[in-house]
């Protein structure tokens, strides 16, 4: 039976104020709008491809490189934004990570150490958003359960994607509205997740490790 901790059960919603404040230059470009697509098995093969180039240029910085997000949920719609994330051992000493970053071309658009931390790099091409977080922080945590969770349970998967389209079309003039009013039919989905482990269903994500 899986038990998680209650700073992974309990998830962090942020505001639009928040996140004005957390901003750093330029937003991103593709905030002004929200555009759901059908799956593109393209999206993987630029996640890996992203993936190698981060390696190479942190090394032993890169505790961990995940592809998260709906993109990385096969049969999922998604925005046509690879989200990443990224394990360093501490986000405040971003000496550390965010020199060799800016020389792939990353720009860090948020900084938000009241969310565990993190921070947010966007690709040149603004087609990665790039998270960083802290060792042991819970955030990256939920992702993988969540995408694990999506990639098996189709049910939840196909909810999830119409619920985006959506949210999309109602939100079209208020763009930046998007990602809040997802929040009821993703926390609907966690309440399944961590009520599966609890009961220890099968299929069911099993309890995170420690680090």
């Known amino acids: 039976m899986a038990e998680y901790p209650q700073d992974v059960v309990r998830r962090f919603h942020a505001t639009p104020d928040q996140v004005d ?3 750093v ?16 098995p393209a999206w993987a093969l630029r ?3 992203v993936r190698a180039l981060l390696t190479e240029a942190l090394g032993a910085v890169a505790i961990g490189v995940e592809h998260v997000g709906s ?31 800016e020389r792939l071309g990353y ?21 990665v958003n790039l998270h960083v977080w802290p060792r042991g922080a819970p955030e990256p945590v939920r992702h993988r ?23 999309a079309r109602d939100t079209a003039q208020r763009p930046r509205d998007y990602s809040l009013a997802k929040n009821d039919v993703i926390d609907s989905i966690y309440a399944r997740i961590f009520a599966a482990a609890a009961t220890g269903e099968a299929g069911s994500p099993s309890a995170p490790a420690d680090g």
């Open 71 to 101: 993109t990385a949920v096969p049969g999922l719609a998604a925005k046509p934004v690879i989200d990443i994330d990224l394990l360093v051992e501490d986000t405040a000493d971003e000496t550390g990570y965010l020199p060799a970053l």
């Open 47 to 49: 996640y890996a491809s």
């Open 145 to 167: 359960l969540f995408r694990d969770w999506l990639r098996t349970h189709p049910d939840d998967r196909e909810r999830y994607a119409t619920a985006k389209r959506r949210l």
């Open 25 to 40: 230059g330029e937003p991103p470009r593709t905030w002004r709008s929200v555009v759901v697509e059908d799956h593109d």
């Open 107 to 127: 720009r860090l658009v948020l900084r938000e150490p009241w969310w565990h931390g993190h921070r947010m790099l966007l690709s040149p091409a603004e087609d």
């Open 21 to 23: 404040a957390g901003l």
